[in-house]
């Protein structure tokens, strides 16, 4: 096992501790409601587009430390991508994150501040706690609005 | 706030010495392992027990030396199996203080001994405007095989709730049950609160009104002294890797003449007298709800695991772990925004508590990190985190072996995660 603080790194505990983009948005319809089977964690993200071009991304809920900084850090590197380019970055996150895309210099770049939670790659049942805000944004932008889960 | 459990056995037993404790524990081998470089303390035990080598021996040796099919072979091996398997559930019989084997259904695990009776019984007895009492605290498998029948044969599910220490009140059992309630499926231990319920007593109101009780004692059966026929509960269910057997081991046990009434639920082999195109019919209790080639190393297993609790006993385990319990509670209640969930005056065997600003997943991972196994998660007990609020709870659960150093490193790892993530 590696050390716990390169699971932990500062920038999520960070994140943990005072999430980016807490809350509603409450005019849209691009929302969707995640769901994590194993712990039952739960949260909502809301989107709002400028129209191919998201300009707001916020969610809700409770979660571990690492579900929570991965969906705070989520809202911020979303903001102002296209939705090609944001499911684009999800493939990438949850690929390398499974294992299926190596961590190279070249992804480890890529992912630019998503790299530090590269580190549950050691921990296969945190995983999902790492993607789960990415899972339900995705359902968020094809207006899928509940029944996303981690599975 | 009284945190000191009080178990219903166990107070008569003189306190273990560190000698026997250190013995039990050379009886199972995990126990001397290493986690992540640091001595393993094994703090989950209401997911799964360790085996001791008795255990790991027979079901070692029955694939060595007998492994054949049973109730079938003329040959000597299957003779042995048939032998062996059949001695295993002669000792849940005693174990358990059944009248007779007749009684004693093998299965795979609780859950399966639950929707058996769900099943079998519920389909064959349940109709519209029939009521199936559970309360608040139950584990999953005894919430939805109850579920699903009552939407099949239109009865209705209703909930004895629980209140914030985590107990019923027999007040609300007496007012919920009437002439409309046909079976009461209730836990003996709550997996995710410790909480003891008062069964028998449960029992005594069911029967006044003509309901069946059916205890879900896969916790229970390891940490309280089981005996149906005082209890006269008509179901009991439990597995058997809970006790420190195999994985895929259960019991059913029912009242014969209850037993004899229901059809079988799963259709197959072992379980038939004659088969007909036209017309099959059944063979005798138990089998008659044994289809199929059962687990029989993890059988086997099973009653040489009874066995070796029986010699621990079962007084000893309750007056150690409740002990451990109460040392637990005392040393996790002094941590700074630590919560307690679950503090019933009768309870046995686990913690479960939530922390501000950590949730239970971290402390998990942070607690693997020191060789501590806990659980983290809802417990397959939705409702009652639903109850209490959370999403879930960090649970240390108790097994005899256990420690109060093993404990003092809980303790060591909660502190940890605290500067963490303070």
Redesign the interface.
Known sequence: ?MD?RE??QDLI?DH??RPRNFGKIDDTTYFAEGFNP?????LTVYLKLDGDRISQVTFEG?????S?ASASMMTEILTGKTMAEADELFELFHKTLVGEIELDDDTTAQLGKLAVLTGVRA?PS?VK?ATLAWHTCQGALHKQHDGITTE | MNNIAEPKSGAGADPVTDAQLAAWRADFPILGTQV?GKPLAYLDNGATTQKPQVVIDAVSNYYATTNSNIHRGVHQLSELATAAYEEGRERVRSFIGAASVQEVILTHGTTESINLVANSWGGANLQAGDQVLITEMEHHSNIVPWQMVCERTGAQLVVIPINDAGEISLDDVSQLLCERTKLVAISHLSNALGSINPVKEVIELAHQVGALVLIDGAQAIAHIEVDVADLDCDFYAFSGHKIFGPTGTGVLYGKEALLETMPPWQGGGDMIRIVRFEKSTWNDLPYKFEAGTPNIAGGIGLGVALEYVTEVGLNNIAAHETRLLNYASEQLQQLPGLKLIGTARHRASIASFVME?L????LG??LD?EGIAIR???HCA?PV?QHYGV??TARASFAFYNTIEEVDRLIAGLKKAVE??A
């Open positions: 096992m716990l699971l932990y505990v943990n501790k194993l712990c039952g964690d739960q409770e979660g571990c430390a690492i929570t921990y945190r706690c | 992540h600003q949730h239970a997943h971290d991972t942070i990190s983290a998660g809802h939705m985190m999403a879930a963490m993530f």
